[in-house]
């Protein structure tokens, strides 16, 4: 699991740390709200853990910021030492999924990320997923375009439901090749091989693909298409 911990004291920062990564999760530590919403540029993370009371800009504008400007679906776990209920409101209206109030046991964090991403990614209750005329459908596992079925190979099918879920993302390669391949390192012609049998399986009748390549940036879907609905 790749998790960003959005955290401005070094203490407790350290601590979440030592403990997600001793899980076997790849963890990133910023320190503010700018620094959070600038990795984001970068990078894609499965969850996020967001102090509330940040420098500079609080954790409730990067919620506000993630969700309503960029359309950033990760789940949200946030910290603070609030605990009034119109605190917790304050934060699930930002956006946040779920509310843990500071002191906190490090293993009940760990429970409520597992859960936050296992609800995600429809290991609880599946979820279909659309992009304008892309729909996933994962209790089939049934991909269609246009309404019409499309049968993409097992790796193909992975980085679709990755973009499907941040339609609004430029994927990297290092990116992509997370989402197949996981830590293991891929030569970058099975991530450019990957991408193309994508991109074929996406064009319909002569249209443009509904994926995207931006040379020297990475991957995407296709705004046009997406605005178009199909």
């Known amino acids: 699991m790749r998790i960003l911990i959005v955290e401005d004291n070094e203490g407790i920062a350290t601590n979440l740390f030592d403990f997600l990564e001793a899980k076997g999760n790849e963890v990133e530590w910023v320190q503010d709200g700018y620094a959070a919403l600038g990795i984001f540029e970068a990078h894609a993370f499965d969850v996020v853990v967001l102090d509330l009371l940040l420098p500079r800009l609080s954790g409730l504008d990067v919620c506000r910021i993630l969700r ?38 490090l293993e009940e964090l760990w429970a409520r990320l597992q859960a936050l991403v296992n609800r995600r990614i429809g290991a609880v209750v599946p979820r279909a997923l659309h992009a304008g005329p892309i729909t996933y459908d994962p209790q089939s596992q049934t991909v269609r375009l246009h309404g019409a079925e499309v049968i993409l190979q097992p790796k193909c099918l992975q980085i679709l439901i990755a973009m499907l879920r941040q339609p609004q ?62």
């Open 68 to 105: 309503r400007e960029r359309h950033i679906d990760v789940p949200i776990l946030m910290l603070t030492a609030l605990d009034a209920v119109t605190d917790k409101l304050t934060g699930f209206d930002a956006g946040a999924d779920d509310y843990l109030v500071k002191p906190f046991a």
């Open 169 to 230: 993302k430029t994927f990297t390669r290092s990116e992509i090749e997370r989402v197949v391949w996981g830590n293991d390192e891929a030569r970058s012609e099975a991530v450019r091989a990957h991408m193309s049998n994508l991109r074929r399986s996406l064009t319909l009748d002569g249209q443009m693909s509904a994926i995207q390549t931006l040379h020297g940036l990475g991957y995407r879907l296709a705004p046009d298409l997406l605005a178009s609905g199909g």
